[in-house]
């Protein structure tokens, strides 16, 4: 008689399925001798003299008696008066009435996805919206969930109308309709429609009962002014119910801040577990945010987002002759000043190898990441990459294309 199935034995199972499938993820190092063409690091802050130098002196500047770690939750022991001051330093830079820090940007989507949706609202959201906002979703009290085509203002206007139309206390007010959507997205690197998708909210709810909630993540540091991002640089801030930006990418730190008012922030306070049940960023975090915020304010990652985009343009260009000459195997998407590139092959991960070979860090992203069809390779760039790098890196997808005629496509 054989012994019966463990728990871990169903685990491996789970895993083989997915090392069937191509699908298994497994932890990396990255040699320190390649060039990052993967990161979020896009300003290239994480290994900048300046950054490091100012966080080290806020660090070197605490008195004695100030602890480094926050020995609680906010609502215990982990608040302090450098967290507050903070949190308002960032809600003056972004133009925001109050501030509320989180540990990371998923805690902050699904805290806020979580709790602000009241029972009987509506939430409807762009389709590539991010994990952490559909972990939020799925805990919300929000009586439906609605999904519009991906940066489509049609797709938003067809969903708010048949729910409008289905639904009298949405049309008197009395329920409320949230539209969730990211300003820049992560794989893509495309940028929402946000004014539209305001024209058509406030044309169908005249009630002012729609409320957007825009994550700024990949925007944060690269887009608007100083780098405030894509909602400052259109200057829709007043209409934004809430804004969240995070620091593990452009900024080169840790967490997030939710923008809202003041009465959002307090009910956040009360009713959101993300940031209820959980330590609070201790003082080597908050500096970090801090010294990254200071560079920002003071216009020193100005020449950094001109540099960016001076590269965005240079490899735009680089691809796009490729991309003329062999668009049966590779072809590349780009939205006009975005640091993200999609580059389209039925091949990813045999591409993405061939780089990380010839010294470049790229990464296939594979289903359920992206749909199934829409396979790519990932490339971002950073401030603090060179065009020499970005012409070696155009030679080396070259001579794979080369490499790729060659070959039967099927035994790739």
């Not at 940028?191 to 990949?218: C, M, S, T, W």
Request: net charge neutral; aromatic share 8%; proline share 5%.
């Amino acid at each position: 008689m054989s012994s019966p199935k463990t728990l871990v034995d169903s685990f491996q199972g789970a895993l083989r399925k997915r090392e069937a499938k191509s699908c298994r993820r497994r932890l990396t190092v990255l040699p320190k001798d390649s060039v990052d063409l993967s990161s979020n690091d896009f300003l290239s802050l994480s290994t900048s003299p300046a950054l490091r130098s100012r966080f080290l002196r806020l660090l070197n500047g605490v008195p004695e008696n100030v602890p480094f770690a926050s020995g609680g939750s906010r609502l215990l022991d982990g608040n302090s008066a450098y967290a507050e001051q903070l949190e308002q330093f960032i809600a003056s830079f972004h133009d925001a009435p109050d501030a509320l820090l989180f540990n990371s940007g998923f805690d902050a989507n699904a805290g806020v996805l979580s709790c602000i949706p009241q029972p009987g609202d509506v939430i409807v959201y762009d389709e590539f919206i991010h994990a952490s906002i559909h972990e939020g979703m799925r805990l919300s009290r929000a009586g439906k969930r609605v999904m519009f085509e991906h940066s489509s203002p049609a797709s938003l206007r067809s969903a708010l109308e048949t729910h409008i139309a289905a639904d009298p206390l949405i049309r008197d007010g009395s329920r409320n309709v949230f539209v969730v959507i990211e300003s820049v997205y992560s794989m893509d690197g495309d940028v929402a429609p946000i004014q539209e998708f305001i024209q058509i909210v406030d044309q169908l709810l005249p009630k002012r009962n729609g409320y957007f909630i825009v994550d700024e993540a990949h925007a944060t540091g690269v887009f608007g002014p100083r780098g405030a991002g894509v909602v400052q640089q259109l200057g829709v801030q007043k209409r934004m119910f809430i804004r969240v930006h995070t620091f593990g990418k452009a900024l080169a730190s840790h967490g997030a801040v939710v923008l809202c008012c003041s009465v959002t922030r307090d009910y956040l306070i009360n009713y959101c577990r993300t940031l209820i049940y959980t330590t609070a960023l201790g003082f080597p975090g908050l500096a970090s945010i801090r010294a990254s915020y200071e560079l920002l304010l003071q216009g020193e990652t100005e020449p950094l987002q001109h540099n960016l985009q001076q590269l965005i343009q240079h490899l735009n260009n680089k691809l796009n002759e490729l991309d003329s000459i062999d668009t049966a195997v590779l072809q590349v998407d780009q939205f006009p000043g975005s640091p993200i590139f999609s580059i389209r092959t039925l091949y990813p991960r045999h591409l993405a190898t061939f780089c990380q070979q010839n010294g470049f860090i790229v990464r296939a992203i594979m289903p359920p990441t992206v749909p199934a069809g829409k396979e790519r390779v990932r490339v971002c760039l950073h401030a603090g990459n060179t065009t020499e790098e970005i012409d070696a890196f155009v030679e080396t997808i070259e001579q794979w294309l080369q490499k790729v005629k060659k070959q039967d496509f099927a035994k790739l």
